[in-house]
T-cell receptor
C-alpha cells in the first residue's frame, strides 16, 4: 500500500511565525487530505488536495502530485494552531481508505 | 448538528468485558469507516462499509465486529476486551469512490483496566 511520511515530527514556533509542514507519499494519489488534531483530540479537516493549491485564511496547501509531495503552510501562527497535523492519502484500489502519516506535532508558544 | 457522531465519548471498562461504540452520520454518505488511534497517535483503518456491505477489513482480531444496520450507522462491537485495546476509536464517513473527502467523528476514548 501507499506510504506516507511527514516532516518534521515536532515543531516549536513563536506566536506570529510562519511554518511549512511536508508530506511525501510513495504512489500516485486520488485523495490527499490534511487534518488538524487539536489538543482535545478532534480531527478537523483542513484541506482535500490531491493536486494544486488551496488557501483558507492563514493556512494554505500545495500538492505536487507528479513529485509526490504536499506542503501545508501556516502563516502568522497562533497558540490555537497547536496540535498534531496529519497528512493522509489513498491511491488506486485502496481508494476507500486513507493511509495516515505519523503527524507533525506543532507547539505555538506566546 | 454534528455530522458524524459517536457514543460514548469516554468508556472505561474491565478486561474481559464486551462493549459497543455507536456511530451515526447525517451527511448522506454511503461509506463509513472505523479507525484506531494508538497511544503514539498513529491512525490506522480497521473497517470500511459501503452501502452496509463490508469492503475493507484490515488485520483486526476477530473480537472486533462491525455492524451496519443502515447506510447512516456503523457500530463497533468488541468482545473480551484486552488491555491492548485501549485507544481512541474514530468513526468516519464519505461518499463512495476515489477522491471524496472523509469526515471524522470526535472519537471514543476506550480505556481497558
Amino acid at each position: 500500500g501507499i506510504q506516507v511520511e511527514q516532516s518534521p515530527p515536532d515543531l516549536i514556533l513563536q506566536e506570529g511565525a510562519n511554518s511549512t509542514l511536508r508530506c511525501n507519499f510513495s504512489d500516485s494519489v486520488n485523495n490527499l487530505q490534511w487534518f488538524h488534531q487539536n489538543p482535545w483530540g478532534q480531527l478537523i479537516n483542513l484541506f482535500y488536495i490531491p493536486s494544486g493549491t488551496k488557501q483558507n485564511g492563514r493556512l494554505s496547501a500545495t500538492t505536487v502530485a507528479t513529485e509526490r509531495y504536499s506542503l501545508l503552510y501556516i502563516s502568522s501562527s497562533q497558540t490555537t494552531d497547536s496540535g498534531v497535523y496529519f497528512c493522509a492519502a489513498s491511491s488506486g484500489a485502496g481508494s476507500y481508505q486513507l493511509t495516515f502519516g505519523k503527524g507533525t506535532k506543532l507547539s505555538v508558544i506566546p | 448538528d454534528t455530522a458524524v457522531s459517536q457514543t460514548p465519548k469516554y468508556l472505561v471498562t474491565q478486561m474481559g468485558n464486551d462493549k459497543s461504540i455507536k456511530c451515526e452520520q447525517n451527511l448522506g454518505h454511503d461509506t463509513m469507516y472505523w479507525y484506531k488511534q494508538d497511544s503514539k497517535k498513529f491512525l490506522k483503518i480497521m473497517f470500511s462499509y459501503n452501502n452496509k456491505e463490508l469492503i475493507i477489513n484490515e488485520t483486526v482480531p476477530n473480537r472486533f465486529s462491525p455492524k451496519s444496520p443502515d447506510k447512516a450507522h456503523l457500530n463497533l462491537h468488541i468482545n473480551s476486551l484486552e488491555l491492548g485495546d485501549s485507544a481512541v476509536y474514530f468513526c468516519a464517513s464519505s461518499h463512495a469512490g476515489a477522491g471524496n473527502t472523509i469526515y471524522f467523528g470526535e472519537g471514543s476514548w476506550l480505556t481497558v483496566v
